[in-house]
Every structure is written in structure tokens, then in C-alpha cells.
């Protein structure tokens, strides 16, 4: 079952984004890009870090943990890391309000990259262009 959750009208909601709602049991970070709305997962695929807290360059956010990066269009990394992606969630803007719907409608994937990860434990530090 599906459930719409009213984040707020859209002046009070552009004045918080970037931000995280806790929704039912999901946490989503909220953006606003491009003109429109944006709900993702706000945790990380890599460690859980707080994506509502990263920043936007285009369509993507980096977390502000580690530097992986995902579209907050689409939910997935950038290219060459696109088989993974946090969860997306809809959004209305609708006359009375902004709503977002859970659960997500594409769910979490944790990709590859995160097994790339893990093979190179201990290799040391993180480098952005890791993803
Ligand atoms: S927790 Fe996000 S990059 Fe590490």
C-alpha cells in the first residue's frame, strides 16, 4: 500500500530543502532541482551517510562523508557507477502542497561499486574519483 505524505506548501518546503523527512519507516532527503522537487534515500549506499546534508552540482549530490555521488533525478551514481542507486521516491506538487509517497518506487541497489569497495579495503584513503 502506498501512502502520500504532505511535506509542507511549497514556500515552506523551499525554505528547508535540502532536508531529511523521516516518512513512515524511510528517511528521504528531500532537494530542490532544475525547478521541481527531488526524494531520495537519505542514507548513503556506502556507510549511511546524511545525503540531505550534501551538496548539489547538477543533478547530483555527494555525500558529505566520503564523496560518492548519486543524481537526485534518478537515484543512481554517476556514469560508470549507474548499476547502483539509493531509493526514489515520488513527488506531487499539487495545489495544497508538496507530497511524497512511500515506499520508494525504485528501491535501493547496492551496486557493484560497493563490492569494488570492499575488494580494495585497506588500499587506504577514499579518493572522490573512486566514486
Ligand atoms: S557514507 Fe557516503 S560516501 Fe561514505
Known amino acids: 500500500m502506498t501512502t502520500w505524505h504532505r511535506l509542507g506548501d ?5 525554505a528547508r530543502v535540502p532536508a531529511a523527512f523521516t516518512l513512515d519507516r524511510w ?7 532544475d525547478g521541481r522537487f527531488r ?9 549511511g ?6 551538496r548539489l552540482h547538477g543533478e547530483f549530490v555527494m555525500c558529505p562523508w566520503h564523496a560518492w ?21 515520488a513527488v506531487e506538487e499539487r495545489e495544497d502542497g ?13 551496486g ?9 579495503a585497506g588500499a587506504g584513503h577514499l579518493h572522490h574519483g573512486d566514486g
Open 10 to 14: 511549497q514556500t515552506e518546503l523551499l
Open 27 to 33: 528517511s528521504v532527503a528531500v532537494f530542490h532541482h
Open 39 to 47: 526524494a531520495i534515500g537519505n542514507a548513503c549506499n556506502h556507510k
Open 49 to 54: 551517510g546524511p545525503l540531505s546534508e550534501g
Open 69 to 89: 555521488e548519486y543524481s537526485v533525478i534518478t537515484g543512481k551514481g554517476p556514469e560508470g557507477y549507474d548499476e547502483e542507486q539509493v531509493p526514489v521516491f
Open 98 to 110: 508538496i507530497y511524497v509517497q512511500t515506499p520508494p518506487v525504485m528501491p535501493r541497489n547496492r
Open 112 to 120: 557493484p561499486r560497493q563490492a569494488r569497495r570492499r575488494a580494495a
